[in-house]
């Protein structure tokens, strides 16, 4: 578990690096990309499989149905 947290960490720097110095290709498979990570680390970042719990995901469900909350 440790050897794959340590890969995570630097998978994200590696994303953080292209999006602050962006390789030769486009700035919107970019962005797909770096998106795609985001919903795997919510899927399964935690100790609970999001997939298998669903519970795990009602807070982020909510949040895109509240008229309240503004993305920036």
Not at 22 to 30: G, I, K, Q, V, Y
Not at 45 to 51: F, L
Not at 64 to 71: I, K, Q, R
């Amino acid at each position: 578990m440790e050897e794959i947290q340590k890969m995570v960490v630097n998978g994200w720097k590696d994303i953080n690096e292209d999006c602050v110095r962006p390789p030769n290709a486009s700035m919107l498979l970019l962005r797909h990309i770096v998106n795609l990570a985001r919903v795997t680390d919510v899927m399964y970042g935690d100790d609970a499989d999001a997939y298998t719990i669903p519970l795990s995901l009602k807070d982020y469900v909510t949040l895109l149905y509240d008229s309240s909350y503004t993305l920036l």
